[in-house]
C-alpha cells in the first residue's frame, strides 16, 4: 500500500495565491522527488530533492527535504491558471527494493 | 517526461484479449519502471527492470502480468486476458541507474479501455 500521505488532497484558490501541499511518511527516504500531472498527460519532474534540509527553488516553486528525511514540502508563490493540475510527491525508501513510491496527490483548482 | 516513448497511447480491448504495451526508455537510461494509475488515484509501482533483468516485480500481480527488456527493443508489459478492472493508464518511466540519488522520467502513458 502507499507508504506516503500528501495533504491537502484538493485545493482551491485565487489566481495569485500561494500554495502549500507537504508529504509525511513513517518510513525514511533517501531522494524526494514532485511531479505535476496535467488530465491525459504522464507526470512532470518539478524539483529533486536529495539531502536532508536541501532547499530547492524552480521559478516560482520551492521544496525542501525534511530533516528527519519523512518528509518534504512543496510551495507555489503567486499562482497563476497553468498551475491547475495534481501535484504528486514520490520518494525512495532507503531501504529495500529500488522503486519510488507515489502520495495520493493534491488537485489544484484556481479561480481567475 | 521528454525522451521516454510509449505506445500506443490508446489502446481498446475486449475481455479475454491480450493488451501490450510498448516503452522507449530515455536515450542513455538502462532503468525502466511500470506504473499504474486508476482514475483519481496516485501512481502505484508494477515493476522494476534492468536490460534482461527483473529487478524487483512486487508490485505485479500474480497472474496474467508480465514484463521484459530485452537486449535490444523497447520494455513490453503485457496483460493476458484482460478483464474490465485492467482498465487504467499505464506508465513507463526510465532512469539512467538504479540508485536512488537519479531522477525518473515519465512517458505519457498509455491508457488502456477493455469493453
Known amino acids: 500500500g502507499q507508504q506516503l500521505n500528501q495533504s491537502p488532497q484538493s485545493m482551491f484558490i485565487q489566481e495569485g495565491e500561494d500554495v502549500s501541499m507537504n508529504c509525511t511518511s513513517s518510513s525514511i527516504f533517501n531522494t524526494w522527488l514532485w511531479y505535476k500531472q496535467d488530465p491525459g498527460e504522464g507526470p512532470v519532474l518539478l524539483i529533486a530533492?536529495?539531502?536532508?534540509?536541501e532547499l530547492t527553488s524552480n521559478g516560482r516553486l520551492t521544496a525542501q527535504f525534511g530533516i528527519t528525511r519523512k518528509d518534504s514540502f512543496l510551495n507555489i508563490s503567486a499562482s497563476i491558471p497553468s498551475d491547475v493540475g495534481i501535484y504528486f510527491c514520490?520518494?525512495?525508501?532507503?531501504?529495500?527494493?529500488?522503486?519510488?513510491?507515489f502520495g495520493q496527490g493534491t488537485r489544484l483548482t484556481i479561480n481567475p | 517526461n521528454a525522451g521516454v516513448m510509449q505506445n500506443p497511447r490508446h489502446l481498446v480491448r475486449r475481455r479475454g484479449q491480450e493488451a501490450r504495451l510498448r516503452c522507449s526508455p530515455m536515450k542513455g537510461h538502462s532503468h525502466v519502471y511500470w506504473y499504474r494509475q486508476l482514475p483519481e488515484e496516485g501512481l502505484k509501482f508494477m515493476v522494476y527492470?534492468?536490460?534482461?533483468?527483473?529487478?524487483?516485480e512486487s508490485g505485479m500481480p500474480k497472474e496474467r502480468f508480465s514484463a521484459e527488456f530485452p537486449k535490444e527493443g523497447p520494455s513490453i508489459l503485457r496483460i493476458q486476458q484482460v478483464v474490465r478492472g485492467d482498465s487504467a493508464a499505464y506508465f513507463c518511466?526510465?532512469?539512467?541507474?538504479?540508485?536512488?540519488?537519479?531522477?525518473?522520467?515519465f512517458g505519457e502513458g498509455s491508457w488502456l479501455t477493455v469493453v
Open positions: 530533492l536529495y539531502k536532508a534540509g
Open positions: 514520490a520518494g525512495f525508501i532507503i531501504q529495500g527494493a529500488q522503486k519510488l513510491v
Open positions: 518511466a526510465s532512469s539512467p541507474t538504479g540508485s536512488s540519488g537519479n531522477t525518473i522520467y
Open positions: 527492470l534492468q536490460k534482461e533483468n527483473i529487478i524487483d
